[in-house]
């Protein structure tokens, strides 16, 4: 073997396991047939996706893409328009999951790193694109058509442990404008890390609200949001564990 390149490999894993610290998160990414993942926005020459934007928090996390054929639901006839079933509920987002998922709620702990000489640890999220507006809460069988995604906690049973996700593909910003697509599905994420809408900073950010954001955005976290993600306690942060944290601000 060439010796320059295993010397580059080892020094490539001490990196990862002594800077890093080997601590990451997978976002384990499914989707539903006739359905895309947001894609790459270039900012400046520079390419951003969930990546580089969870990275600016010094949290490493991947992007698995899955499962990308799950059938959309059928169901019963919506009153208000008997023809149609476009609209997703959180029992159906559940069942979808449970399906689906193959990365557990929670963590894993692995050997790494030279000679398997570390312990790594690896955090899952759960993401699903699913054909169908939201349920909403507008009354009997309506849809959200504003709903762009939404954190609903996962189909583990717990109170809002923060592990799953979904974005809404019928919704017409979603599948029209990949720009705020790639926001949202970031915001969301956010939510998993247990940030809050109050993380941010009322006009650009990611945890401002779609609302709130109108078409000028950026990809970046305020300060609070950053505070949240380098410096809070791994059990606040990372998805999957402690149930989410809805004060403003931070109570922990
Ligand atoms: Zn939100
Ligand atoms: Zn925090």
Sequence with gaps: MNSFFSLSRIIFALALTTLIGCTTARIEYDRMTA??????????????????????????????????NIAALTGPANPLDPNQYDYITLAELETVETANRRDPIGSVTFSCGPSNAY??????????????????SCGLACRDTGMLGLMYAGASGATN?????????????????NGKYLRSTAHEVGHAFNLNHCDGDGS?????????????YNYEFSASSLDHLQNHADNEVWPGLSPRDYACPHAH
């Design 35 to 68: 359905t895309q993942y947001p894609q790459p926005e270039i900012i400046s020459g520079d390419e951003v996706n969930l990546t580089t934007i969870y990275w600016q928090g010094e949290r490493l996390v991947g992007v698995d893409e899955d499962t990308t």
């Design 119 to 136: 312990t790594c640890t690896r955090y899952h999220l759960y993401g699903v694109v699913v054909n169908h507006y939201w349920e909403g």
């Design 161 to 177: 442990d923060r592990s799953a996700f979904a974005s809404f593909w019928k919704n017409s910003i979603v599948n029209s404008d």
């Design 204 to 216: 650009m950010t990611i945890m401002n609200q779609t609302g709130t954001v109108g078409s000028t």
